[in-house]
């Protein structure tokens, strides 16, 4: 069985810039998680979709980060514009369902801001 | 508010010792939890979970955990320690309807030969 999906591996962008992150889950699941892992830090949730509606947005900062998951398979999460504090791993999961199932990461996007 | 606590963020251990990674948690309902391990440059890979049961969980590679609800804790453990088991390991409290975990700061593991 494939595992999710992520591309890039890695993004270097000047600060002020825009950068967009791909996340292909795993075939079937309906659940799609977006994580934000700051060096350090344990990974902390942007965005939940359940197929392609959002279930929570609560930390996602919608000034500047925003996320689709179109048909309710693939998905991207977009920067726009880029500050230094985003340098981190964006990592993204997939469950079968969102109740007691264990979610699949991907291999996450490294991205630093200069 | 919900919360994880990992309080040892490094230990190192020598290879073949046994190994104990403390993790604390609050949680309003009952919790779900997991411990995951990150190599360098990895994702996240599931050692373990937790949703009901016998409170001692098995996991894959020998790490097995125990979940306290006296003591709002799940620790992991390992009888002996590999090199390979060097990694940052992270525990986390999931929610039963939506899935979204919580996690904690992590503990890095670092092997001596």
């Known amino acids: 069985e494939a595992g999710v999906a992520q591309s890039p591996r890695y993004k270097i962008i000047e600060k002020r810039q825009s950068v967009a992150f791909w996340c292909n889950p795993i075939?079937?699941?309906?659940?799609l998680y977006w994580y934000q892992q700051i060096l350090g830090q344990g990974p902390k949730l942007l965005i939940q979709?359940?197929?392609?509606?959002?279930?929570?947005d609560s930390q996602l900062p919608k000034d500047r980060f925003s996320a689709e998951r179109l048909k309710g398979v693939d998905s991207t999460l977009k920067i726009q514009p880029a500050k230094l504090e985003d340098s981190a791993v964006y990592l993204c999961?997939?469950?079968?369902?969102?109740?007691?199932?264990?979610?699949?990461f991907g291999q996450g996007t490294r991205l630093t801001v200069v | 508010a919900q919360s994880v606590t990992q309080p040892d963020i490094h230990i190192t251990v020598s290879e073949g010792a046994s190994l104990e990674l403390r993790c604390n948690y609050s949680y309003g309902a009952t919790p779900y939890l997991f411990w995951y391990v990150q190599s360098p440059g990895q994702g996240l890979q599931l050692l373990l979970k937790y949703f009901s049961g016998d409170t001692l969980v098995q996991g894959i590679k020998g790490f097995e955990a125990e979940f306290k609800r006296s003591q709002s804790s799940f620790n992991l453990r390992k009888p002996s320690v590999h090199w390979s088991d060097a990694a940052e390991y992270f525990c986390a409290v999931g929610s039963s309807n939506t899935g979204k975990l919580i996690f904690g700061q992590g503990t890095t593991l670092q092997v001596k030969p």
């Open positions: 999961a997939s469950s079968l369902t969102s109740r007691n199932t264990e979610a699949f």
């Open positions: 075939s079937g699941h309906a659940t």
């Open positions: 979709f359940q197929n392609n509606g959002v279930v929570d």
